[in-house]
């Protein structure tokens, strides 16, 4: 079985700042892993993805995220944080790539002018 | 088209009444995934299609909801007898499959579903 834990519900920094939004996994077998970002009312959005190239996946808007096998985290970075980034942000794991994918709870971020 | 399409953009239907929410994948996309979001955070997984064969549907409720992609139309969740609980914004998600290069899951805009 595959599962997803998020660590924080709402995260808040100052624009500028570095954001860190954790999540942590768990699979029996190698896994795909995503970051999503939903703004208000709208649908998922992908960052970036892990497939099992290299551990540190660059995305889009400036974020990052590093697989780390004998951690089982897949944690993402912005080194400067914009207010545009207020955003409610989803990690989520797959088994395949056809599979369906398992979200975690999802972390609020939001920007302090 | 290039990008997933729901109708309605919301549904609102009276406790008991009967609710169908329908999606259009990307063109070329073989893989259709039905996720309910509750509570502004919470996705659950519904069902999953390859072309018009279920793919997965370890997550549809077994009573109430069915689901179908059929040639040539757009793909369809039902919902039967809706309950307060079934509230919520469902999402169509389609893939290419077949490989991690093709497994990114497009997310529509999603139906917001309001049961009275």
């Known amino acids: 079985a595959q599962s997803v834990t998020q660590l924080g519900s709402h995260v808040s920094v100052s624009e500028g700042a570095l954001v860190l939004l954790r999540c942590n996994y768990s699979s029996s077998v190698p896994p795909y892993l995503f970051w999503y970002v939903q703004y208000p009312n709208q649908g998922l959005q992908l960052l970036l993805k892990y497939t099992s190239a290299a551990t540190l996946v660059k995305g889009i808007n400036g974020f990052e995220a590093e697989f780390k096998k004998s951690e089982t985290s897949f944690h993402l970075t912005k080194p400067s944080a914009h207010m545009s980034d207020a955003a409610e942000y989803f990690c989520?794991?797959?088994?395949?790539?056809?599979?369906?994918?398992?979200f975690g709870s999802g972390t609020r971020l939001s920007i302090r002018p | 088209g290039e990008e997933v399409a729901q109708t309605p953009k919301h549904l609102v239907r009276g406790e008991g009444q009967k609710a169908k929410l329908y999606c259009a994948p990307i063109k070329g996309h073989s893989y259709v995934f039905w996720y309910q979001q509750v509570l502004k955070n919470e996705f659950k997984f519904l069902i999953s299609f390859q072309n018009e064969n279920v793919f997965d549907e370890t997550g549809m409720p077994k009573e109430r909801f069915s689901a179908k992609c059929l040639p040539n139309s757009p793909c369809s969740l039902e919902i039967q007898a809706t309950k307060l609980e079934d509230s919520a914004v469902y999402f169509c998600a389609s893939s290419q499959g077949s490989g991690p290069l093709q497994n990114e899951q497009f997310f529509g805009p999603g139906t917001r579903l309001t049961v009275l």
């Open positions: 989520a794991v797959g088994q395949s790539s056809a599979s369906k994918i398992i």
